[in-house]
């Protein structure tokens, strides 16, 4: 229960400590470059699930 609570603790330290860096020092995506990003989310999706599937009923 211990190991639980120590790695709840690191992961909401880094969300609190990350997000506003991020906020900070992210910079704003245009257009044209998420429309790159989003080309390729859809078939690594599709692969992910896939692998998960056969991950699932053959190991």
Not at 14 to 26: D, F, H, R, S
Not at 33 to 46: D, G, Q, S, V
């Amino acid at each position: 229960m211990g190991t639980l609570i120590a790695i709840l603790a690191v992961l909401f330290l880094t969300l609190i400590i990350g997000l506003p860096l991020l906020e900070k020092y992210g910079t704003e995506k245009s257009p044209e470059e998420l429309n790159k990003l989003a080309r390729y989310i859809t078939p690594l999706m599709i692969i992910l699930i896939l692998a998960s599937a056969a991950r699932f009923f053959f190991f």
